[in-house]
Nanobody, 123 residues
């Protein structure tokens, strides 16, 4: 069983919307925070949005007000709703399981990655 499985990427015009989904195994989902990261060609992978088990949420400045992260605990699934997409959002998007405790979350060092899904926004 693949631990993290992403879906929902694709090609969309600027201003459009996409929703990414990441299904995780129950044990992974229950003990980790979950994050969405992205990597465009020639750039470093960056955190786009993250959500802890308790529902604390963070966003990259570039996506605030446009993207929404959520998690469905019974389904062990995390979502990224992306609205008002821009060509600059074009990247491979990765779901990740992130070590997390009651006092801290290690957003910079995820312990597990999905395979990635391509998002392409045309101008």
């Amino acid at each position: 069983q693949v631990p993290l499985v992403e879906s929902g990427g694709g090609l969309v015009q600027a201003g459009g919307s996409l929703r990414l989904s990441c299904a995780a195994s129950r044990i992974i989902f229950s003990v980790n925070a979950m994050g969405w990261y992205r990597q465009a060609p020639g750039t470093q992978r960056e955190l786009v949005a993250g959500i802890t088990r308790r529902g604390f949420i963070i966003y990259a400045e570039s996506v605030k007000g446009r993207f929404t992260i959520s998690r469905d605990n019974p389904k062990s699934t995390v979502y990224l709703q992306m609205n008002s997409l821009e060509p600059e959002d074009t990247a491979v998007y990765y779901c990740a399981a992130v070590p997390s405790s009651d006092t801290s979350t290690e957003w910079t060092t995820p312990r597990l990655w999905g395979q990635g899904t391509q998002v392409t926004v045309s101008s």
